[in-house]
């Protein structure tokens, strides 16, 4: 049988091309030792491209004519042309400048148009505006490839190749794609994301070579890419916003920087593969206890009438103190500030941020704590009722968090009904960095651009710092003294520091006290036949002794970490930067330091913490609503649709497609979508004349969704080519409304 290639390859090579070839290279590097190189000296970037540009277009015209005067082949085939050089910058600019994977597939469609058959031969033609020319020329001067590639292309087609699968250099592929998502959830599941900068940083243990090693550990070898390859994808994918960094400046973790420590002096590889075993333990369990924390935000967010959860935490206060400049860069003078804390409780049940503002006038202690979340479970209820449930979660530090107040407080609202179940966690020490740090983020990416000269100045910043949904800010007006009023009922609680997840029950009027070393663990403690955990000590009748009443509040103190005529004088030596309402503020506060509703209400009415105690304003909890179960009547019909619609078989249905020489058959005014030539993959073009084999086409710009304009020249006319039947993919009567293009043909685009 005859094929385009029966004669085999030799028949396809030129007695004198390769001479040809030679000589033409030698010609152009002459050219090229004499061009003038005098841009690489010049001062600035942009002379020196443009020098260049120059350049290169003289060295392009000057083997333009020396290629003209030494023809490609004995024939002078090129001196038909009467521009030559505009013709093959026409050639090169639709054949020469695409990217490499398009690039392949083109050349490869070029080579098969070239076959011709003649008295029963194949053979090849090369035509460049309808001009037949040797191979020199087209493949070198129109095609702009070396005799290397046209040879490469050719044994591609000869072995079968109709389109080269190759993805292109930055493109992923299936492993490239598989490593990437195995870098995302690396980071992920292990970086902490920085309350300030918003950078992630992993654990101080770990390295970009364990990450690899989990990567190369859970797929095939044949589903891996190499580590260099990986170190790039890593590279590129980060862009420098995820670290590893060498110290960490927040709390650290003991076992993580043991464990590196052991790694960079440890050499026997024995003791090397203990180690890194149980670093992976580590970081495995740091991962769990963070995987718990998000199932219970997303239960809060998906059942909010029957789980209230909450998180607490505090922002760096070098961050709020006033006077703030914008960009951190105070003026000379005015080194003194006031010392401001803020301190938040994020709701995940609607994503609200209740932020609690003082000047360090109060002690930031257990009772701190307590008055925080006891405000925002008070502005969580509603109509006097809260859910079931109550998750909360905290840092692990005994100075603010992990006390036997804090048992006591919660044991106390399981005891009168508030709740039915209280959890409390306590995250992994150096690995506690959640949602409401990236809140924090934020806070102080955006003091970094504005400027706030008063508390009240702050707290609108804050709120304007997000925008959906916006958080609260309040002034603490009132701390309560939970310690004092918890301690004579409170029994001799001691060894709790140990444990992580806490968990408050009322069974039969007692309270039930349950805990585990890790939320991952599946064993509470105390096991059944321990003794139970008593919190409050039990009286003459037989009944928990519970605290009477409402706590006394902290007395503040201005002084107690502020030196007020140090910062008197500060803001007094820097009052050229503040306006007369700023003044009068700082006047104010500096007469009356410890009376907000001086210098705080008047301009924030309604932003004061809660007056009241939680057990005057909240009852027994919410009983979460049974959904009403449907009768027999609608189950029945909804299991007869289900039954109709999983019997229904239609009949397939087809048209047929008229066609004409193996093409498509088209007419004038339709809609074509073509194999785009000029930089895209698929064009649209509206029909305007039909010939044998080919058409005239008026182009079509838009996007997929969009609508479509006929393309225009320079001159206003509309752009017209000529395209061969077998470019045209798919045809349609017209466009839709609007212009647009028929949903179905958006896979084009």
């Not at 004669?7 to 003038?36: E, P």
């Not at 087209?138 to 070396?146: A, E, R, Y």
């Not at 007469?591 to 027994?620: A, C, K, M, Y």
Request: aromatic share 10%; hydrophobic share 35%; glycine share 4%.
């Amino acid at each position: 049988m005859d094929t385009p290639f029966a004669k085999g390859r030799d028949c396809f090579y030129d007695t004198n091309t390769d001479d040809i070839h030679s000589s033409t290279m030698a010609v152009f590097k002459d050219l090229s030792s004499r061009c003038d190189n005098s841009y690489l000296d010049t001062p600035t970037v942009k002379e020196s491209s443009q020098r260049q540009r120059a350049a290169v277009r003289s060295l392009r015209e000057d083997f333009i004519s020396v290629t003209r005067e030494k023809s490609c082949c004995y024939k002078r085939c090129t001196n038909q042309f009467a521009d030559l050089s505009s013709t093959i910058k026409v050639w090169q600019r639709q054949h020469g400048t695409i990217e490499r994977s398009r690039k392949q597939n083109k050349l490869l469609k070029l080579f098969r148009r070239t076959n011709i058959k003649r008295n029963n031969s194949w053979s090849h033609e090369f035509l460049v505006e309808g001009k037949v020319v040797c191979r020199t020329a087209w493949s070198q001067f129109f095609v702009g490839i070396s005799p290397r590639t046209y040879h490469r292309i050719k044994h591609k087609v000869m072995d079968g190749c109709i389109q080269d699968h190759r993805f292109p250099r930055n493109a992923y592929g299936d492993k490239g794609w598989l490593a990437r998502a195995h870098i995302e959830f690396f980071i992920s599941k292990h970086g902490d994301k920085m309350p300030d900068t918003g950078r992630t940083v992993l654990p101080v243990c770990s390295t970009i070579k364990d990450a690899y090693a989990e990567y190369s550990n859970l797929y095939q070898k044949n589903d891996l890419i190499g580590p260099r390859r990986f170190y790039q994808l890593w590279h590129s994918e980060t862009r420098g916003n995820v670290s590893f960094p060498k110290l960490c400046r927040m709390t650290k973790c003991n076992v993580c920087t043991t464990l590196k420590e052991a790694l960079g002096k440890e050499r026997n590889e024995e003791i090397r593969n203990t180690l890194m075993q149980q670093k992976k333990d580590h970081l495995m369990l740091a991962s769990s206890q963070r995987l718990g924390y998000s199932r219970r935000r997303c239960d809060a967010a998906r059942n909010p009438e029957d789980l209230l959860s909450l998180i607490f935490d505090s922002m760096d206060n070098r961050k709020t103190n006033i006077p703030h400049f914008r960009g951190w860069c105070d003026p000379k003078g005015m080194d003194t500030k006031l010392l401001t804390h803020v301190g938040a409780v994020l709701c995940h049940n609607n994503g609200v941020l209740h932020s609690f503002m003082d000047f360090n006038e109060i002690p930031h202690n257990s009772n701190y704590m307590l008055t925080c979340i006891m405000n925002c479970i008070m502005y969580q209820s509603v109509d006097g009722a809260l859910p079931r449930r109550c998750s909360v979660q905290l840092d692990n530090t005994a100075k603010e968090n992990k006390h036997k107040y804090m048992l006591g407080f919660f044991g106390y609202l399981v005891m009168l009904d508030i709740f039915e179940e209280v959890e409390v966690n306590f995250l992994m020490v150096g690995h506690t960095h959640e949602d409401i740090d990236q809140r924090f983020s934020i806070f102080s990416r955006h003091l970094r651009k504005n400027t706030a000269m008063t508390l009240v100045e702050l707290a609108n910043e804050l709120e304007r710092s997000i925008s959906h949904p916006p958080p609260k800010v309040m002034y603490l007006n009132e701390v309560y003294d939970f310690k004092s009023w918890l301690e004579p009922v409170l029994c001799n609680i001691s060894q709790f520091s140990f444990h992580h997840h806490f968990r408050f029950n009322k069974v039969n009027d007692k309270l039930v006290v349950k805990y585990k070393k890790w939320e991952s663990d599946e064993i509470w403690r105390p096991a059944v036949g321990d003794p139970p955990i008593q919190i409050f000590n039990i009286g003459e009748d037989g009944k928990y002794l519970l605290p009477f009443g409402r706590p006394k509040l902290v007395l503040k103190d201005a002084s107690h970490k502020q030196d007020l005529q140090s910062l008197k004088a500060s803001i007094a030596s820097g009052k050229v930067h503040l306006d007369s309402s700023q003044r009068a503020w700082w006047d104010s506060f500096f007469e009356h330091p410890l009376n907000p509703t001086v210098w705080w209400l008047p301009f924030r009415p309604e932003s004061l913490s809660h007056n009241g105690w939680i057990t005057d304003q909240i009852g027994h909890f919410r009983m979460q609503e049974k959904v009403p179960s449907s009768t027999d009547e609608e189950r029945l019909a909804e299991m007869g649709r289900l039954k109709e619609k999983q019997s229904n078989c239609p009949a397939i249905q087809s048209r047929q497609v008229n066609r004409r020489n193996g093409h498509i058959n088209t007419t004038t005014d339709q809609m074509v979508i073509i194999e785009g030539q000029y930089g895209s993959n698929f064009m649209l073009g509206k029909v305007i004349h039909t010939y044998n084999n080919t058409l005239s086409v008026n182009l079509y710009k838009g996007k997929k969704q969009s609508s479509w304009k006929p393309m225009k020249t320079s001159a206003g006319f509309p752009l017209s080519v000529t395209i061969a039947r077998a470019d045209v993919k798919e045809i349609f009567e017209k466009l839709t409304t609007g212009n647009r293009l028929p949903c179905k043909y958006y896979h084009y685009f």
